[in-house]
Structure formats: C-alpha cells, structure tokens
C-alpha cells in the first residue's frame, strides 16, 4: 500500500506478522494485526507493544472506526461467524443480513446437489429472519425432490406469503399440490404462473399434467400444444400429450407423438408408452419389439407384463409365461402376473402346474377371486367336482359380483349331484355308460 506521498507502507500480513521490511531493507516497527484492523493496543501478553514506540508510519495507517454491535445482535454473530461457504465472515451483521447470507449459502449448495447442506442453512436462516423468502423457497424446493410434498407445500407457501409475484416459486408449488394429489390446487397455481410469465413452457406443462389428473384431456392437450410451441425439443412433452390422445382415442396420432418422444429421448419410459398404445391398436409385434428394447435400458417389472400380453395375443404361450415368470421372480406379490400366467397355462391345458402354482400364492393373496376360479376350472377338466365346487364358491365371497364365478359354481353343482345320483344306480351298466359320456361331454 502507498500513502499520498508515495512511501510504501507497511501493513501486516496476519495475526502472526510481527515485523516487515520494506523497500530500503530499513526495518521497521509496525503495528500489531489487530491493532491495525481496529486501533487497539497489543494485548497485554504482547511485551513488543509496551516497549517499542509506534511505527513512525503508522499515522499513514489511520485506523477505521469500530463498527458498533446492533443491539438485536447475538453477542456470537457480532463477534464474527464462519460463512458456510467458507468466504468471508457474517462479521457485524443484523440478523435479517445474517439469514439473507446463509439462504444463497443455501441456493449454492442447492446447485451443487448438496441437500443436507442446503437443509442445514435453511432452518439457520428461517431461525433467524422468518421473514427471509429465500430460504423457505429453498427448503420448500429441497423437501419436493426429496418427496416429502406436504413439508414441501407449508414451506412454499410461506415463500408465496413474502413473494406473490414470484412466477416459478408458483410453479414449484403446483408441484407440491400435485404431489399431494391436489389437482385442482395445481391448476390454479400454474394458471397463476402463466398469467405472470406465458413463456416458460414448463408452466404449461406443469398445468398440463395436472389437468391430465383430473381427466381433462382435451384441455390437457391444448397445454401440451402450447408447451411444444415454446420447446419443440422436450420429449416429455411429446410423450404426455400422447397419453392425453390415447385417452381421447386419437390412437394414430399418439403413437406419432410417442414415436417423437423416442426420437428425441429413446428412453425406456417412452418406448413403454409407445408399446402400450400398439396394444390398443392391435400391433403386437410391434409392441414385443418396444419392450424388448426398453428392457434393454431398464429391468421394470411392467415391461415384463406387457411383452408377455403382446406374445399371448401372438399365441406364443411359452415366450409370454417366461417374461410372467420373470415378474414373479422379481415381486411375488404382483398378483396380475400370477392371474394371468393361471389363464395362461389354462389354455395350455397345463392343469397340474397351475393348480400347484395357486396353491403357493392363493394364501398370500389379498384378493385371490381370479385364481380361485382359475383353479376351480383346472379342477373341473381334471374332473374333480367336488374342489371345483369349492374354490368357485370361494371366489364368490371374494367377488360376490362375479358373473363367471356364479355360472361355474352352478355348472359344478350340478355336475356333483349328478355323480351323486350315478352312485346310487352303480349296479345299473348303461347308467355307468351315460355317466362316462356326460362327463366327455362336459370337458369339451
């Protein structure tokens, strides 16, 4: 540092900095750090301070006035206090500076993806200003990727009380609402957002999804359309409104829209959609062929069930039980993979293997109505009667509004009364005869 005279001052480096030599190779006495930061004398422990005079440069080095503590100050912060982001100091600080600090120490560390950091300065800074905006939008952001939505919700509310007119803190909290299922709370919320700010296609698309929600499809279409005005490039955007078409039964265009999805982002997501809808329209093999390809990307146990529904309309039984043994092998409680395996090996004619295969996952069933009559018909072509009866009735008081059930159940009563009535004529041969081809009758 050079005074108005041109001299080179000399000014400590830290705490430790005792002496310096400046240009001349002269030394010279020079005040203590904090002596200088804040014209105190040396500490008492500091023998230098009480037997050497001041530097004869020091009157260059004018001291700057004390800053005064506020009286709403913690005696801890005045005293200085670590920044988070290991810069600088909250030295002095009010509180309400304080808390303001600590929110973009928090938005810093969001951007970083560090959120327990982000957590952390948040309740800090709400602690100390609850008026501080920022950190209730931040906390309210992090608790949403996290899924807690209601937390999310009564943090982002408090952001919307100190900001109304912040258009995506709006936005962030349609998608709190969303997250606890208030739909129609998170079409006002984005139809606010829009109002605000129409250009920013994540508003629409965030309207968009809700209304799909709330099965309003047409509508939910016409935001998507706007959303892909704004950002042609966003797959999810393609991939939604072709949901929304599927619903409308515009089966032609959604597969279009899905095919654009997967141009852009070949997903396993969207490969999954795009086989859905060929199901609906009745492209089967193009369906295996999406779900063999996403399966490629991703092990979900829907891929698994779909190709196997895609294969069965193909007639290629075999294919469709091994992807249905692939689900259960990965959840045991998927009770729609074991149904539909049970009709499956029905078809087969594989009697034995369904009856054992319901045998192990009838008792672990919440709602075991399907397989019971799956079983039942198992028992009924082997000829057993008398279980058939059993497992349709049942199923009847698992589903008491089973029309299949009711019909077999009747068909297997009176085939157990018939046999009952045969054991009673035994002696009588031609009796035996007409029982043997009622039963080749029944079973065909």
Not at 34 to 42: I, M, P, T
Request: aromatic share 6%.
């Amino acid at each position: 540092h050079r005074s108005s005279t041109g001299i080179l001052q000399a000014m400590p480096l830290s705490s430790n900095s005792a002496r310096s030599t400046p240009l001349g190779g002269r030394k010279v006495e020079t005040p203590s750090y904090q002596q200088w930061l804040f014209g105190r004398d040396a500490p008492a422990s500091s023998p230098a301070s009480e037997t050497k005079p001041s530097s004869p440069f020091s009157a260059h080095f004018p001291p700057p006035p004390r800053p005064m503590r506020s009286n709403s100050v913690s005696l801890e912060l005045s005293l200085g206090q670590s920044s988070p982001t290991g810069v600088g100091s909250v030295l002095f600080a009010p509180l309400s500076d304080a808390a303001g600090f600590l929110a973009k120490a928090a938005q810093l560390s969001l951007a970083r993806n560090d959120l327990r950091h982000t957590i952390s300065c948040c309740n800090q800074a709400v602690a100390l200003a609850p008026d501080c905006g920022l950190a209730w939008k931040q906390r309210g952001i992090v608790r949403l990727q996290a899924g807690e939505a209601q937390a999310a919700l009564e943090d982002l509310n408090m952001a919307v009380q100190l900001d109304p007119t912040d258009a995506r803190l709006l936005e962030r909290r349609a998608a709190a609402r969303h997250g606890i299922r208030d739909y129609v709370g998170a079409v006002e919320d984005a139809t606010d957002a829009i109002q605000a700010e129409g250009v920013r296609p994540e508003f629409w698309r965030r309207r968009g999804l809700a209304k799909m929600m709330l099965e309003d499809y047409r509508s939910a279409t016409s935001d998507y359309d706007q959303a892909l005005r704004l950002d042609p490039q966003h797959a999810g955007s393609w991939r939604n409104r072709g949901a929304a078409r599927l619903n409308l039964g515009q089966k032609k265009a959604a597969e279009g829209d899905t095919s654009k999805a997967i141009k852009l982002h070949p997903n396993a997501c969207n490969f999954m959609q795009r086989a859905k809808i060929r199901l609906e329209t009745g492209d089967y093999a193009g369906a295996a062929r999406d779900c063999t390809q996403a399966l490629k990307m991703s092990d979900q146990a829907d891929l698994w069930v779909v190709r196997a529904i895609a294969k069965q309309h193909l007639k290629d039984l075999p294919g469709a039980v091994a992807d249905l043994d692939e689900v259960i092998k990965r959840d045991q409680y998927n009770y729609k993979a074991w149904e539909r395996r049970a009709q499956i090996r029905l078809k087969q004619g594989h009697y034995e293997h369904l009856i054992q295969e319901c045998n192990e996952a009838i008792p672990a069933m919440p709602e075991p109505g399907e397989l019971l009559c799956c079983r039942g018909q198992a028992y009924y072509r082997k000829g057993d009667y008398k279980s058939a009866y059993d497992d349709f009735e049942s199923a009847l008081q698992h589903e008491p509004e089973s029309v299949l059930a009711r019909k077999l159940l009747d068909m297997s009563h009176q085939c157990v009364k018939q046999l009952e009535s045969w054991k009673l004529q035994l002696g009588d041969p031609s009796c035996l005869t007409e029982a043997v081809s009622t039963v080749q009758l029944i079973n065909q």
